[in-house]
């Protein structure tokens, strides 16, 4: 379960920043969450700069619960997150055993290094990478088991990019999982109900009412015969 509360130890430099940052543009806030026996202590970087990427957003938190709750198994799996902001799910896969890839743009990259050297051991296998969707997606391998994402789905322009890499990064068996906020306004329903499916055997995983967010599970159709 989720404990949003921020880390006393962090508040007084939040709310009170010293010298020079009194007036900056940005603060940081590092709150604590617990899924599947991990605590995670993750820094929060808000600002102009960061932008979306700079929260826990709700989607991420319902997608570790969702693991937690169904008991994925990432032991020994080949996993990449997209578009992660502050790292927390790709995080919580890496303590779960499978060797993961965290990516973003990068701007962001620096909030999930950190996060990551916070929370993740020696021994455990998780790096950060840039990976900008339909750009530079075929720098990465095409086998991944399990690809990741929470709350990708909110800009109708970039719904072909993330199409086109979800597609190259989803190796044969592998399974994409996806958490979204369903903002009608953004055209997240239609991405879900008319675009994934063209190319993804895609079901409803679990839906959640009171956040308005939906898991969804998707996996390549199988290619016919010739």
Not at 12 to 33: H, K, T
Not at 140 to 158: C, H, K, N, Q, W
Not at 168 to 184: D, F, N, V, W
Request: with cysteine; net charge negative; proline share 5%.
């Amino acid at each position: 379960m989720a404990d949003p509360r921020p880390d006393p130890a962090s508040e007084p430099e939040a709310v009170f920043p010293r010298e020079v940052g009194l007036f900056a543009d940005s603060y940081s806030e590092r709150s604590r969450f617990s899924f599947c026996g991990h605590v995670l202590s993750i820094t929060q970087t808000f600002g102009s700069r960061l932008g979306v990427a700079a929260r826990v957003w709700d989607s991420a938190l319902s997608l570790c619960n969702y693991f937690e709750n169904h008991k994925v198994d990432f032991r020994g799996k080949k996993v990449i997150e997209l578009g992660a902001g502050t790292g927390i799910v790709g995080i919580l896969a890496a303590l779960q055993g499978g060797d993961v890839t965290i990516t973003d743009l990068p701007l962001a990259l620096e909030q999930i290094q950190g996060n990551v050297q916070a929370n993740v051991p020696a021994g455990a296998r998780a790096q950060v990478r840039a990976l900008s969707w339909g750009i530079d997606q075929h720098v990465f391998p095409g086998d991944y088991d399990l690809v990741l994402g929470a709350d990708i789905v909110y800009r109708e322009s970039t719904f072909p990019l993330l199409l086109g890499t979800l597609q190259h990064l989803c190796g044969p068996q592998g399974t994409i999982y996806l958490a979204s906020k369903m903002r009608e306004e953004h055209g997240t329903e239609s991405f879900f109900q008319y675009l994934l499916p063209q190319h993804f055997r895609l079901e409803l995983a679990q839906r959640d009412e009171d956040e308005n967010v939906n898991i969804y599970r998707a996996r390549h159709r199988e290619r016919r015969p010739v």
